[in-house]
């Protein structure tokens, strides 16, 4: 059953059968519009910089400014993929992306960036607005089909669960296009979630990572293990590298309340599910939880003082 592709249904029988509050309809074209603006960048490095004066309910949706490893330079190699760069993450966690790269580039593969490529459309459509989610799916399939369609490179890369769930469904939202219809499902076709290179990763990689690695709980997003059906590979694969996986106490299919935009609009159930997530990942005492998107990793961050963060950091900086 595709329960997602039903939510979507009813979301949208609901927003057409029951208008909104006009303060409900504001907020959500702020979060689709300003999410999605070139703007973000500059907006999330200005509050970082006022992060101290900010109330504590934007403190915590606001990781602080981390410090950067110096950038590796651009390895040529044969083997190259797409990787989206998705609209927060390059804003709000960087290193997520730079990740990516250093350990792709390790077990070489080369990353290569379409800019024009940008939010995948899940956020304008989980926001009711279907047709500019579908804008934005037509605009990444434009920014990448030429490096598809020459064969330069092999496939498209996501290193965020939520978005990877959505583009990997392109070909279904456009088969009603008859000028995207068979782009679409080609997009669809080649893009894998990046733990889908893992057993490519490990057997590179076991041998260059220290012994005694660090004590790891693992949060699998449900977009990647109900959505895409994704379990149980990163919990392998982290700990035939070395790491010390502590699985979750109790309920590891449970969301942890993020579900995009969902943890802003609805935050007092979004709490709960996070303090009732969190409590289950902190049992057996880890040192650090990793996660496989962007939201869950902020959501999560907001409510421990454990460090949080995407499991491609983890090997990276092993690597390092």
């Known amino acids: 059953m595709r329960y997602g592709k039903l939510v979507d249904i009813g979301r949208k029988l609901v927003d057409e059968r029951v208008p909104r509050p ?113 804008a934005d799916m037509r605009r990444n399939i434009d920014a990448w089909w030429p490096a598809v369609e020459s064969g330069a490179v092999e496939r498209i890369v996501i290193n965020a669960s939520g ?47 220290p012994a005694g690695a660090r004590k790891v ?10 959505a895409q059906r994704l379990r149980g590979g990163v919990e392998a694969a982290l700990a035939d590298l070395g790491f010390t996986v502590k699985p979750p106490a109790a309920e590891a299919h449970l969301c942890c309340g993020s579900a995009g935009a969902y943890s802003v609009l609805n935050p007092g159930i979004a709490t709960a599910l996070r303090d009732r997530k969190l409590k289950n990942l902190t049992a057996p005492e880890p040192e650090v939880i990793v996660s496989a998107n962007i939201g869950c990793i902020l959501h999560l961050q907001s409510g421990t003082d454990l460090p949080v963060k995407h499991w491609v950091e983890l090997i990276d900086q092993a690597l390092a």
């Open 163 to 209: 978005c990877g769930a959505v583009i990997k469904e392109y070909g279904d939202a456009l088969a009603h296009d008859p000028q995207y219809a068979e782009r679409a499902a080609r997009i669809s076709a080649l893009s894998i979630d990046l733990s889908e290179l893992l057993h490519e990763i490990v057997p590179a990689l076991r041998a260059a990572l």
């Open 22 to 134: 006009a303060t409900e309809r504001a907020a959500r074209w702020l979060l689709k519009e300003g999410l999605t603006s070139p703007l973000v960048g500059p907006a999330v490095r200005l509050g970082q910089l006022v992060r101290p004066l900010l109330p504590q309910v934007l403190k915590r949706k606001l990781p602080a400014r981390a410090p950067r490893r110096a950038a590796a330079p651009q390895v040529e190699h044969a083997r190259k993929v797409m990787l989206l760069q998705g609209c927060v993450q390059p804003a709000m966690l960087p290193n997520i992306n730079a990740a990516t790269t250093r350990v792709l580039s390790a077990i070489g593969i080369q990353t290569v960036i379409a800019p024009e490529a940008g939010c995948c459309g899940a956020l304008r459509s989980h926001l009711s607005d279907h047709e500019g989610g579908l």
């Open 217 to 226: 709980a693992v949060h699998t997003p449900c977009t990647l293990q109900h």
